[in-house]
């Protein structure tokens, strides 16, 4: 049989612990809501023949909530999956458009 060794206490520990500090995550910005409606990407501009309606939603069935002139222009807020293009009113309301009834000129 070999001899099984005997370890003693020892009075001095064996290394210091040192804390890490936790990183402290960077806030993410959060998007300013006026600054993206006023800062559109695309202008659309309305069939130069034909009035466009403006609805409450991005689709046929929805709504009717204003008329776009022929010819009028507008910032584009957002292009739907569907195509549909979100424009804010004279008014300040939110509204979409067909892409059947403008095109992107810009």
Do not use: F
Request: net charge neutral; charged share 20%.
């Amino acid at each position: 049989l070999e001899p099984i060794p005997v370890y003693s206490p020892v009075s001095e520990p064996l290394s210091t612990v040192v804390p890490i500090p936790t990183p402290v995550p960077e806030s993410t910005p959060i998007p300013d809501p006026v600054a993206e409606v006023t800062s559109a990407v695309y202008i659309i501009r309305v069939d130069p023949k034909n009035a466009a309606g403006i609805r409450v939603a991005p689709d046929k069935t929805s709504r009717k909530i204003g008329v776009a002139p022929a010819g009028k222009k507008y910032s584009v807020l957002s292009i739907e999956t569907n195509g549909w293009y979100a424009i804010e009113m004279d008014d300040g309301q939110i509204g979409y458009i067909s892409p059947n009834m403008a095109k992107i000129v810009k």
